[in-house]
Every structure is written in C-alpha cells, then in structure tokens.
C-alpha cells in the first residue's frame, strides 16, 4: 500500500523559512514522480514542485520559483521541500503526492496517491 506522511508544517513569519517532509514507503520510490501541492481557502489546488526520484529533475510552479526547493533523499524515501522567503499568499494547506513514473514531473498533476496534509500558515 502506498503511504505518504507528511511533516514539518507550522506558523511562520513572512520571510521566514520551513522545510516538509514527505516519507514514502509501500512502493519502488526510483520508479515514481514526487511532487509537493498545496491547496488555499477558496482555491483550487496548485502544483508546486515536483521531482523525478530517478535522476532529480524537477519541477517548479512560477510562484515559488527561486525560493523553494525540492530535494529527495532516495536512500530513505524521502522527499524535501524547502521553502525560503515566505509570503502571507503561501499560506495553505501542503500535500505530497505521487505518480508512477518518473517522467511526471514534468507535469505536477493529476497525481494518484496522496498524503493527508500539512498546514503551513505565513504571518504578514
């Protein structure tokens, strides 16, 4: 069975940082495309980063573009994302989320398998 748990979310002030957490386990982590969502009050969901686990492409929505990173750690199943210079407008609900195949990241949507979340909230 497929499980992503995610951690790491909290209160932090407007440029402040956070990192997330997503350890993966129930499938062949190389084989799959990791990606990191999130989801506002009132707003659709948004793709914010995804990763190829295979060979670490990546993927990056504009609006996060320059201050997040995504970053795996294949050795234990876990993928990263760290957020730098944070704005009130990121503040949502995160979730971590995978597909089979790793050349999905390029597209950080329509995921199949997903985490229960993880509240990050941006103080202005």
């Known amino acids: 069975e497929v499980q992503l748990v995610e951690s790491g979310g909290g209160l932090v002030q407007a440029g402040g940082s956070l990192r997330l957490s997503c350890a993966a386990s129930?499938?062949?982590?190389?084989?799959?495309?990791i990606g990191w969502f999130r989801q506002a009050p009132g707003k659709e969901r948004e793709g914010v980063s995804c990763?190829?686990?295979?060979?670490?492409?990546?993927f990056y929505a504009d609006s996060v573009r320059g201050r997040f990173t995504i970053s795996s750690d294949n050795a234990n199943n876990t993928v990263y994302l760290q957020m730098k210079s944070l704005k009130p407008e990121d503040t949502a609900v995160y979730y971590c989320?995978?597909?089979?195949?790793?050349?999905?990241?390029?597209?950080?949507?329509?995921?199949?398998?997903w985490g229960q979340g993880t509240q990050v909230t941006v103080s202005s």
């Open positions: 989320a995978a597909r089979y195949g790793g050349s999905y990241y390029a597209y950080c949507s329509e995921y199949d398998h």
């Open positions: 129930g499938f062949t982590f190389d084989d799959y495309a």
């Open positions: 990763i190829d686990s295979s060979d670490g492409s990546t």
